[in-house]
């Protein structure tokens, strides 16, 4: 063997062919003069064994088989749309072109080329995919660039027309004009064409989404640049809910998410600013949040985030529970930080209006939610469940009994936290917004720091004595006196009762009277709540469990009890 072939060729480092120098030669410009170059480093005409190395030859031992193949069978090979582009770029490697020999593969596989506007959905498809072992010397020859014009013309000239399920390509879309323009479905460099009704929805797919899943992110990126839809200049509704299709595909192979690389990172970015440019005239805000979920396990960059994160937080108020329950980074179960930002722009969008809304109630009654189902994490920190109380303003709670539910499912779920954490807890509760049975709820919550029962207690009792006085005021006509009322008075308690006409008395007599009552109802709410303690102390020793608020079932105590509020 050795004897009849003198041309040895080493294929990138891994493949070593033994051929014939001349007919090799006939057809490869490039070997014919390495040939010429390395006879004369041997300084040498005769016909002897030669070796040379090639490296970097598309498809390899593979690809250069066929070649060989070609070369020894008289410049004839079957050409075909899945061998096509190897044969093509390895034509183009090997200079075999005209000036070599007459007919060579390159003006074969170039003729063959020219017709591809006449092949079927599938082949182009095959074809494309067949390239990406290749990928730079396909798109470095052209090869790449004008296959994927091919693709998106089959798109374009059957928008609507779906495939058989399982049959790639069915319909034979043999454009009969390959003056088709990318531009009919606004694929085109200059696309602004406005998003029809139908393409709204963005769970919506086209009939060729799932076929091209099965291309590298390396080959969609090179595709999205072709159209002039890569990065910033995606301006095509279409294409980003492709691409979100794509990545949501890729999510669930790994093998293709660890060798995509920056290749996803880079198609999740472009998405995103297809995304953003629409914005909510065709995306829900749960459409949002699926959209931050996909892009996120692929890898996104900061300005891309925070883009996405704004137009999530302006549609807040539309968003539910479910919406909000993204898992956390570094193992985290939910992402906080993520839901704060959130309420962040939302509450920055709304204050420019200066008045509490309807949306903005809506969104506090949902934190107020989200707060109660993320309280049981173990893993959440004192100061972040504060975070997340407080991340509201005041005027956007109606009500606190939420946000009391809340922390009582926390002080349960961290029963080891000292009295200080628990005292600063209850800061971010208004006790003057809470109801009458969660303020009771509260006075007999053995995980409740006593102050805090007491000052909650004394808000209730402050806001209940409030609501009479402006009661009395209005019927009266704004404070003046009214003939046919009868003097005020009340009783006072203390080391004796005694009874006071409030009317007969200066304004110097009603502030000290105010104090003196304040500081009896300060030590009369004390003494009840350490009663109250004592009580449940008895009660858990013997094996009674405590009320909490919103239970089905409430314990009836003895004793003197809680004092009358009103």
């Keep these: ?3 009849l072939c003198d041309l040895k060729v080493h294929i990138n480092g891994h493949h070593t062919l033994l051929l014939h120098q001349s007919v090799m030669c ?5 070997l014919r003069t390495m040939v010429t170059q390395e006879k004369k480093k041997r300084k040498t005409s005769r016909a002897e064994s030669l070796s040379v190395k090639l490296a970097d030859f598309p498809g ?9 193949r070609f070369c020894y069978n008289n410049g004839r090979v079957p050409l075909c749309p899945s061998n096509l582009p190897l044969l093509h770029c390895a034509a183009v490697f090997l200079e075999m072109t ?12 170039e003729a063959f080329v020219d017709g591809l506007y006449y092949w079927t959905w599938a082949d182009v498809l095959a074809a494309v995919k067949s390239c990406e072992p290749f990928a730079a010397a396909a798109d470095a020859s052209g090869l790449l660039e004008r296959l994927i014009s091919a693709l998106f013309s089959k798109i374009t000239a059957n928008p609507e027309t779906p495939v058989a399920a399982g049959a790639v390509g069915t319909p034979n879309r043999s454009s009969s004009s390959c003056s088709s323009s990318p531009d009919t479905l606004g694929f085109g460099r200059s696309s602004s064409t406005k998003t029809p009704e139908s393409m709204k929805p963005c769970f919506a797919r086209e009939w060729w989404f799932d076929d091209m899943t099965s291309l590298c992110p390396q080959t969609i990126e090179k595709a999205m640049r072709v159209l002039g839809c890569y990065g910033i200049e995606n301006k095509n509704l279409i294409l980003t809910r492709f691409l979100l299709h794509y990545l949501r595909a890729a ?10 690389g920056g290749g996803l990172a880079g198609l999740a970015d472009t998405a995103v600013h297809g995304v953003a440019l629409v914005g909510g005239t065709a995306f829900s805000c749960r459409g949002l949040f699926w959209v931050l979920r996909i892009v996120s396990a692929v890898g996104l960059s900061k300005e891309c985030r925070h883009k996405l994160e704004r137009l999530m ?6 968003a539910t529970l479910d919406d909000l329950l993204v898992s956390g980074d570094d193992g985290d179960v939910y992402d906080v930080n993520l839901v704060m930002r959130l309420v962040r722009v939302f509450v920055g969008s709304e204050e420019e209006a200066d008045l509490p809304s309807q949306r903005m109630r809506k969104v506090g009654r949902l934190v107020d939610k989200y707060l109660g189902e993320i309280s049981p994490d173990h893993g959440l920190r004192v100061s972040k469940f504060l975070a997340v109380a407080e991340s509201l303003p005041d005027s956007a709670r109606e009500c606190y009994d939420g946000v009391y539910r809340a922390l009582d499912i926390y002080l349960e779920s961290h029963p080891t936290l000292t009295i200080e954490e628990r005292t600063t807890l209850c800061r971010c509760l208004n006790y003057e917004k809470l109801t009458l049975e969660a303020c009771k ?19 209730q009792q402050s806001k209940l004595q409030i609501r009479p006085a402006a009661a009395a005021a209005k019927g009266t006509g704004g404070g003046r006196p009214d003939p046919s009322q009868t003097p005020r008075k009340i009783i006072v308690s203390g080391s004796r009762a005694r009874s006071v006409d409030l009317d007969a008395m200066d304004e110097k007599e009603l502030l000290k009277l105010n104090l003196q009552k304040m500081q009896n109802r300060v030590v009369e709410l004390e003494r009840a709540c350490k009663e109250m303690r004592g009580q449940m102390s008895k009660m858990a ?3 009674r469990p405590s009320s909490s608020f919103g239970a089905a079932a409430c314990h009836q105590t003895g004793g003197r009890g809680l004092p009358r509020l009103c």
């Design 1 to 3: 063997m050795n004897e």
């Design 60 to 68: 390899g031992g593979e690809g250069f088989e066929l070649v060989a």
């Design 541 to 543: 020793k013997g094996g």
């Design 441 to 459: 709820d509260l006075a007999k919550n053995r995980r409740i720091p006593p102050g805090i029962a007491v000052q909650a207690l004394a808000s």
């Design 251 to 260: 999510t669930r192979r790994p093998a293709l998410c660890r060798e995509g």
């Design 313 to 318: 937080g302006l549609m807040l108020d539309q």
């Design 98 to 109: 005209e000036e070599v020999c007459t007919c060579n593969l390159l003006t074969q596989a």
């Design 26 to 30: 006939a057809f490869s410009g490039r």
